[in-house]
C-alpha cells in the first residue's frame, strides 16, 4: 500500500473512531435523567421516586440530580458535584448501584401537593444490605418544572 493510501485509511479509521466517540457520547446523555423521562404535572410521585432509583442503581448521578427539587439542590448550591459527594458518602453510599428496590409505603398530604414514601434498598457489595429510606416529594411552584413533583429530601429510616 502507498504512503497516501495509508494515510487515507489512517483517516477514515479516525473519523469512523470519532463517530463512534460521538454517538456513545450522545447515547449516554440521551439516557440520563429526564430526557428519558418525561417530567409532567400528572407524573406521579411514585413514577418520580422509581425514575430516580432506577438512576441512583446506574450510578447516573445527572439523572439523580434532575429529579431533585429546587429546594433540594439549593441546599448544595445547585453543584452537582457537592450532591455526588454527598450521595456517595455516609448513610447515602447504599442508594448508589444498589440491586433492588421497593416502595414500601406511600403517604400524601391532604392537599395531594407532598408526597413521603419509605424505600428499602437491597446492596450489591458482598455484605448484602438492606437500607430503608424516606423520601419526600413536592409539586414545584416555579420554574421549568412547575407542577411537577420532585425530590426535596431522602433521609435514612433510623
Not at 460521538?22 to 423521562?37: A, E, N
Not at 450532591?83 to 442508594?95: A, K, N, Q
Not at 414500601?104 to 408526597?115: H, I, V
Not at 420554574?143 to 429510616?157: E, I, L, S, T, W
Given at each position: 500500500?502507498?504512503?497516501?493510501?495509508?494515510?487515507?485509511?489512517?483517516?477514515?479509521?479516525?473519523?469512523?473512531?470519532?463517530?463512534?466517540?460521538?454517538?456513545?457520547?450522545?447515547?449516554?446523555?440521551?439516557?440520563?435523567?429526564?430526557?428519558?423521562?418525561?417530567?409532567?404535572?400528572?407524573?406521579?410521585p411514585e413514577e418520580v421516586v422509581s425514575a430516580q432509583l432506577l438512576a441512583l442503581q446506574r450510578d447516573d448521578m445527572l439523572g439523580v440530580f434532575d429529579f431533585a427539587s429546587p429546594l433540594?439542590?439549593?441546599n448544595v448550591n445547585n453543584d452537582l458535584n457537592v450532591?455526588?459527594?454527598?450521595?456517595?458518602?455516609?448513610?447515602?453510599?447504599?442508594?448508589v448501584k444498589h440491586q433492588e428496590s421497593t416502595i414500601?409505603?406511600?403517604?400524601?398530604?391532604?392537599?395531594?401537593?407532598?408526597?413521603h414514601g419509605l424505600v428499602r434498598v437491597s446492596t450489591q457489595d458482598s455484605k448484602s444490605l438492606t437500607k430503608e429510606y424516606w423520601w419526600s416529594v413536592s409539586r414545584c411552584k416555579?420554574?421549568?418544572?412547575?407542577?411537577?413533583?420532585?425530590?426535596?429530601?431522602?433521609?435514612?429510616?433510623?
Open positions: 500500500m502507498s504512503a497516501a493510501g495509508l494515510h487515507t485509511g489512517f483517516r477514515a479509521s479516525a473519523l469512523a473512531l470519532l463517530l463512534c466517540v460521538l454517538v456513545l457520547d450522545l447515547h449516554i446523555r440521551v439516557c440520563s435523567g429526564l430526557t428519558i423521562f418525561s417530567l409532567s404535572p400528572q407524573t406521579t433540594n439542590k439549593a450532591f455526588d459527594r454527598m450521595v456517595r458518602s455516609g448513610v447515602y453510599e447504599y442508594l414500601l409505603l406511600t403517604m400524601r398530604t391532604p392537599s395531594a401537593n407532598k408526597w416555579a420554574g421549568p418544572h412547575k407542577g411537577c413533583f420532585m425530590v426535596d429530601a431522602v433521609k435514612p429510616n433510623l
